[in-house]
Structure formats: structure tokens, C-alpha cells
């Protein structure tokens, strides 16, 4: 039995359709991130996924419990969309204590959430003072706080250094070890490469991709790459005449780079040139993506119309075939 | 892994309302704001009354104002009067119309909202908590306005309004009824609060809709409308308390004041309910507020309003304005007898009574030319007593400020050795003359007289 099985699901405020025919399904111990880029209708789902509010059509499963209009999700539900909610006029002990009381838990386990998220130390601070990273990791200390059997966060690693977004990292793979289902949303890749085993991507409500996290790498077809050669120009004649390769102006995102070469290839095609630079004699010091092939999935995912329209070709448009 | 998902079939329970109610007042008392007001409201009255009552000059245009020297229960029913003003709205303010507003403002309703499950009682929590708040910080008013003006003049009997004696135990329920009597008006700007705060979110408006509704009120009150769109007015109770320092107490108007007043908090609340339970809290581009939700909360009291008026007019003894010269002339006979009654015991002389008096007052408005009805300073009345023991009847005349809510200042215009003098020698030193300037109170729902 899943955790969350949504099928179909639909949402719309006034005019403006915010979910469209989406399916979701979440099983025990698993991960599932959901990606998609702003107004994408993430925070729309999560917050279904929360008891905000219900589908207009479609169905919506929490822990086998069918969630409709004026039937809350079940206990074993919690986390948080849009911000973790917090009071900064109270301390962080306070802001805990709170939400133990009206969920009916022991106060006893506020210190305890405190200690995983790692703000023993600061929780009889106000949370006035505290940072956005904190503020999040008080955030996830709330919702271990109800022993959830489903975990919805919101972009839980936002703000967050990288010492604080590892830990968070580990807190929800301890979580998912123990069976807790978790939904997250992230716009960060390494963080849904590092915990997610599926992943959902919504494009204008839509889903335009579900299933594996490897599979979603795999969508990704030819990535561009930067290579360090020992002569920049040999390289660049031996790949504009190498098969599947195609030689680029350049990372726009980047400073321009004399001394790198950047082609766009698939990989069959990229392990063909480095042969290629081989046999000619020169020396390959350095092959890295421009961009992650998690990321590069995504934008072709949620930016195909765009990709598709000549007009749209930037200053990356191909140099030579 | 699979004993994570299969437990015991999953609950829905909403938390607990004691536990939110706490959590809200928790939020409500961690405020700076809060802790501010609660300590001018438990500190400034009593500082007031204390520093007022010691000088010569005393606030004799605010009712009760005279007396503050001499009795310590008259300062606690000015402040009283100035609460009724301007704090109480003002404190229904800052206290109510911002409990939702505030959740806006943090972005933590769908934090509260997944924690407390249920709209329905995370409204009640709120409501009931700054509800809780607001009778706090009266309670501290009058408790701290009593406090000073004992400590300051100390328990003694304080005049009425209509010049009889109130013992300083009859004194002290009535100004703890008074007291009273004035959270229900306090009530019903607490439900505009809450439904400014529900219907316009983060918009400054929400904040000060009660502040605004007390000031177009006290407008409203200067003008000479109808007595029954007075009395129709979710404020009325907060003039209306005066009644209670009149013999027989005029409970009419200040029943009806209250009536009026717990019906507007029933129906205001109501309304932010109804808002409230039916806003998408995942619909991120909305906070609530828009023209058509503040439609939905403007039109429905509205039409209390218009209810309220047709009812009072139906069902009233009164018409026209309320102030007219039978209930005027009634009145300030009355007052008058009672005055002058204190007057005799404070000089000394033997005792009258009331009835012995007989005492009566004739009275004109403006001249020949205006018609007797109506507040205005230009009333002119003659009042005439018996002296007993002769045969002789006494006259003295006071020019009239009668205000529309039906309060009035007689101040004497003669004889001098009646009402010339505003002090006047008694065993125990100077004191002032009851009969030299006095405050009195028509019964705006009295039978208005025929012909």
C-alpha cells in the first residue's frame, strides 16, 4: 500500500489551473522528490498533501485514508509548505512546545527534535534571531516532533550551509530508513540526487516526468561538456570532425575560457572523441558537464517549448557540426 | 518497513481547544505590544486620577469630572468616559484586529493550520484569546483608575447625575457595573476587529477598522439624528452606562445599548467565521482580503444597522430626537431638589426633603422663534422650589448645553447668592457648590409628550 497515491488530481483558483491531472504515488521508506520551477503547482500539491486544502477532481490517498473537502488528512501527516512557520517572538523550545501540545505529544520530545536538527544549543533563543537555515531546521524539528508516517517539506534545504543541508540530508534518510514516506521539493539537484529515489517534475501544473531518479538523469540525452586539452586548437579541429559532437561558443554562463573547449554530445559520442584526442596526441587533462545531468534534464524537461523555438537559441547555438 | 505504514488506522483529531486557546494566548502576551499596553492600562489610570485629582482645575467638561476632588470614585468613571472614547477602540485595535492579520503578516497559517486541523476551532482559539486579552486590559483599567482615585481622595459618596447621593458602597457596584456594561460595546468593536482582520489581511485597513468605526461613531454621536438611530448604534453602550448614576437608573437606553452592541459581536463574528473557514489557504497570491470579501462583511452589518433602527422605532415610546423640554424640565427639577438638598447638609442648615421642595422647572430653547426639541446651548430654564417654612418661592435660572446623547451642563445664571458662588463653606473647609454648575442626563427613551 502506498503512503500517498494521488491519481488525476486537479486544482484551480479562479482562472488559473494550478494542478492538472497529476498522479503521485509515494511507498513506505521512500523518498520522492518533486521538482518543477516556480508557479510549477509544487507548493500547491504539498500543501493538498498537508490538508490545505482539496483536489477539485481527482483522488487524493494519506496512509490509505481518502482525503476530500472538509475531511482532514489523518494524524501521521506533518510538515510544512512555504516556510516552516515559525513564531520569532517565542524561543525555539516554545515554538516545539507548541506544536506538542495542540498535536497532543509529551513535551518531552521537543528536546530530543531539537538535539537531530542540531539546535540544542540555541533553544531557548528566540527565534527572532535566528537564521533562515536555522529557521528551517526548527522547521523539520517540528514536524519529527509527530512522529510523522508521512513527511512533507517544503524546499527543506533552503538557506541552509552546507554543513546544515547534509545533516538535514541525513535526519530524512534516517527517516526514510524507518519507513516514514517523504515528500520534498528542492530546487537544489545535488540535494534530490543525494536523497531521492523517484522524483516527480511538474511543468504549469502538469507532470512531465515520474519515476527514478536515474531515469531522469538518462532524459537528460546530449550534455554539454568542458574539456582541458594540452592545445586547445588541435582539440577543437578533432572535434568538429568527430561524429555526434557538436563544438560550442562557449559556457554563457561562465567568464569566456580560452584554454577550454566546450561540445555538446551524448556520452557514446563524448567517449568517441577522447579516443579521438588520444590518438591524435593530445593530451586530455580535464572532461567535467557544463551542467549536471540532473539539471540538464530538468530544464529540457521544463523548458522544451522554449528549447524548441529557433528564436530562443542563445549565444550557445552551434558553432559546427 | 512496512510497520511504519501499517499501524492502527489513522485518526483525524483536530487539537485540543483548551491547548489552542492557550497557544494563542501564549502568541497574544509574548508581543511587546501586549505587555506594553497592559502595563500603561494597569499604570496610567491611576497615575491619572491621582495627578487630577490633587489640582484646582478640574476636567468639569468630562462627566464626573467636578467631583474628582472629592470623591476618589468620580476619576474612575472619567477615565471611564475617555476609555469609552477612544482606548477601548483603540485597544480592540491593536488586540483584535490584528490576532489574524498577524499570521499573515508571519506566514505561518499553514504551519497552524496543519497543526490544529481544523479552521473551525483555530478561529474560536483566536477570537476567545484576544477576547480574553481585551478584558484583561479592562480589568486593569478600571481596576488601576479605582486604585488611584482612592489612594488619591479616597471613598467617599459620589453625586449622581441626577443629583442624588450614591453611598460609597452604592458607588462602588455602580462603577463596577459601569465598568461592566461597557465590554459589551467593547465585544462588538472586537468582532469588527476580527472580521477587519480575516477580511483584509495584512492591509493596514484591518488594523484600524475599529479605530475607524469608533471615530465615524463619535461623529455620528455629535449629530442630532433621530433617537432611534442612536440607540441603534453598536456604541451606544458606551454613553448609555451613564444611566446607571440616575434615580430610578434609566436601564432602558443602556439595556438596549447592550443588546445592541452583543448583537453586533454575534453577527461580526459570525461573518469573520464564515470568511475565515472558507479561505484556500494554499492559494498563495490571496491573503484573504479583496473588495468582494469586504462586500460580504460591510453589507450584512448594514443591514443590522437598518434592522436595528426599524425595530427601536417600531417598538420606542421616543421620538424625534430624544431631548425635549417635558423630559428636559423633568430632569433638571429633579437634579435641582437633589442638589440642593446636599447643598443644605453642607451648609449646615436643617434638613428638607425632596418632596417638601417641590420643585419644578420651566424651560425655552433659543426663543420664541425655535421650536423646545433638540440639543443645542441655548436652552434656558427657570427652576423654582418651595422653601419650607415660608410661603415664599425660590427661582433660580440656568443656561442649558444639552448635548445629543442627552447629557446636559446647567450652569447658573442667577441669583447670585444661589447659584453664583462655585464654592461654598462648609464645617469642614471650602467645597464646591452643587448648585452653581451641575451635570444632569435626559432619558432619551422616555414617552415623549403629546402636544
Not at chain 2, 454575534?266 to 484573504?288: P, Q
Not at chain 2, 417654612?389 to 446636559?408: E, F, H, K, W
Request: contains cysteine; charged residues 15%; proline residues 6%.
Amino acid at each position: 500500500m502506498a503512503a500517498v497515491r494521488a491519481r488525476g488530481v486537479r486544482k484551480r483558483f479562479g482562472d488559473v489551473v494550478a494542478l492538472d491531472g497529476v498522479d503521485l504515488d509515494v511507498g513506505e521508506g521512500q523518498v520522492h522528490g518533486l521538482l518543477g520551477p516556480n508557479g510549477a503547482g509544487k507548493t500547491t500539491l504539498l500543501g493538498m498533501l498537508l490538508g490545505l486544502s482539496a483536489p477539485d477532481a481527482g483522488t487524493l490517498e494519506l496512509l490509505g485514508r481518502p482525503v476530500r473537502r472538509g475531511s482532514p488528512v489523518p494524524d501521521g501527516v506533518a510538515g510544512f509548505v512555504d516556510g516552516p512557520g515559525l513564531y520569532p517572538q517565542l524561543t525555539a523550545r516554545q515554538n516545539l512546545a507548541a506544536v506538542a501540545d495542540l498535536r497532543g505529544r509529551e513535551r518531552t520530545g521537543v528536546g530530543a527534535a531539537l538535539e537531530e536538527v542540531g539546535l540544542a544549543d540555541v533553544a531557548d533563543d528566540r527565534v527572532r534571531g535566528f537564521s533562515l537555515g536555522m529557521r528551517q531546521r526548527l522547521g523539520l524539528a517540528s514536524a519529527l516532533l509527530l512522529r510523522p508516517r508521512v513527511l512533507v517539506l517544503d524546499e527543506p534545504a533552503n538557506g541552509l550551509d552546507p554543513a546544515g543541508a547534509r545533516q538535514v540530508q541525513s535526519v530524512l534518510a534516517r527517516l526514510a530508513l524507518r519507513g516514514v514516506a517523504v515528500v520534498v521539493s528542492s530546487h537544489r539537484m545535488d540535494d534530490v540526487a543525494a536523497l531521492c529515489d523517484e522524483v516527480t517534475v511538474l511543468a504549469g501544473g502538469r507532470p512531465v516526468f515520474a519515476g527514478p531518479i536515474e531515469k531522469l538523469a538518462a532524459e537528460s540525452g546530449e550534455l554539454e561538456h568542458r574539456l582541458r586539452t594540452s592545445d586547445t586548437d588541435a582539440a577543437r579541429r578533432v572535434a568538429v570532425a568527430a561524429p555526434g559532437v557538436r563544438v560550442l561558443h562557449g559556457d554563457p554562463a561562465r567568464r569566456p575560457d580560452a584554454t577550454a573547449l566546450v561540445v555538446r554530445a551524448s556520452a557514446p559520442a563524448l567517449e568517441g572523441l577522447v579516443a579521438r584526442l588520444v590518438q591524435a596526441g593530445v593530451a586530455v587533462r580535464e572532461v567535467s558537464p557544463v551542467v549536471a545531468p540532473l539539471e540538464a534534464a530538468f530544464l529540457a524537461l521544463t523548458e522544451g517549448q522554449d528549447d524548441d523555438d529557433p528564436a530562443s537559441a542563445g549565444p550557445d547555438a552551434e558553432e559546427a557540426r | 518497513m512496512s510497520a511504519a505504514v501499517a499501524g492502527p488506522p489513522a485518526l483525524t483529531r483536530p487539537a485540543p481547544a483548551l491547548r489552542g486557546y492557550r497557544f494563542e494566548l501564549l502568541k497574544l502576551t509574548a508581543q511587546w505590544r501586549t505587555r506594553v499596553l497592559l502595563l500603561v492600562c494597569a499604570v496610567g489610570p491611576a497615575v491619572f486620577v491621582a495627578a487630577v485629582s490633587r489640582q484646582s482645575t478640574l476636567p468639569t467638561d468630562t462627566v464626573f469630572g467636578r467631583w474628582m476632588g472629592q470623591t476618589g470614585w468620580a476619576g474612575s468613571l472619567v477615565v471611564l468616559s475617555f476609555c469609552c472614547s477612544w482606548v477601548l477602540p483603540l485597544l480592540t485595535s491593536l488586540v483584535a484586529g490584528d490576532v489574524f492579520a498577524v499570521e499573515d503578516r508571519l506566514g505561518t497559517w499553514r504551519h497552524l493550520l496543519t497543526v490544529v486541523r481544523s479552521p473551525g476551532r483555530l478561529f474560536a482559539t483566536k477570537a476567545l484569546a484576544a477576547a480574553t486579552v481585551l478584558a484583561v486590559l479592562a480589568v486593569a483599567l478600571a481596576a488601576s483608575s479605582v486604585v488611584g482615585g482612592l489612594a488619591a481622595v479616597g471613598s467617599h459618596p459620589l453625586v449622581g447625575l441626577d443629583g442624588h447621593l450614591l453611598a460609597p458602597g452604592a458607588a462602588a457596584r455602580t462603577v463596577l457595573l459601569a465598568w461592566a456594561a461597557v465590554l459589551a460595546p467593547t465585544c462588538a468593536f472586537a468582532a469588527v476587529g476580527l472580521l477587519g482582520s480575516v477580511a483584509l489581511g495584512r492591509s493596514p485597513m484591518g488594523l484600524l477598522l475599529p479605530a475607524l468605526l469608533a471615530l465615524l461613531l463619535q461623529l455620528v454621536q455629535l449629530l442630532p439624528l433621530p433617537v432611534a438611530v442612536r440607540v441603534a448604534l453598536p456604541g451606544y453602550a458606551f454613553v448609555a452606562w451613564r444611566g446607571l448614576f440616575t434615580s430610578p437608573a434609566q436601564t432602558g437606553p443602556l439595556l438596549l445599548g447592550v443588546g445592541v452592541s452583543l448583537g453586533w459581536a454575534v453577527v461580526a463574528t459570525a461573518l469573520a467565521r464564515h470568511l475565515f473557514v472558507r479561505r484556500d489557504f494554499t492559494d498563495v497570491a490571496s491573503d484573504g482580503s479583496g473588495g468582494r470579501v469586504l462586500l460580504r462583511a460591510v453589507l450584512p452589518l448594514a443591514a443590522v444597522l437598518a434592522a436595528t433602527v426599524a425595530a427601536v422605532a417600531a417598538t420606542g415610546p421616543a421620538t424625534g430626537p430624544g431631548v425635549g423640554r417635558a423630559q428636559l424640565q423633568s430632569s433638571l427639577a429633579t437634579s435641582y431638589a437633589h442638589l440642593y438638598r446636599l447643598q443644605t447638609r453642607e451648609l449646615a442648615r436643617p434638613d428638607v426633603t425632596e418632596a417638601q421642595l417641590r420643585t419644578s422647572a420651566t424651560c425655552d430653547k433659543g426663543g420664541e422663534l425655535v421650536a423646545d426639541t433638540g440639543p443645542g446651548n441655548d436652552w434656558r430654564c427657570v427652576v423654582s422650589w418651595h422653601i419650607p417654612g415660608a410661603t415664599a418661592v425660590g427661582s433660580a435660572v440656568y443656561q442649558l448645553d444639552v448635548t445629543a446623547d442627552g447629557r446636559y451642563v446647567a450652569d447658573g445664571d442667577g441669583p447670585q447668592a444661589v447659584n453664583g458662588f462655585f464654592l461654598v463653606r462648609t464645617a469642614s473647609g471650602d467645597a464646591p457648590n452643587p448648585i452653581w454648575q451641575f451635570d444632569g442626563l435626559v432619558d432619551l427613551l422616555a414617552p415623549t409628550p403629546k402636544g
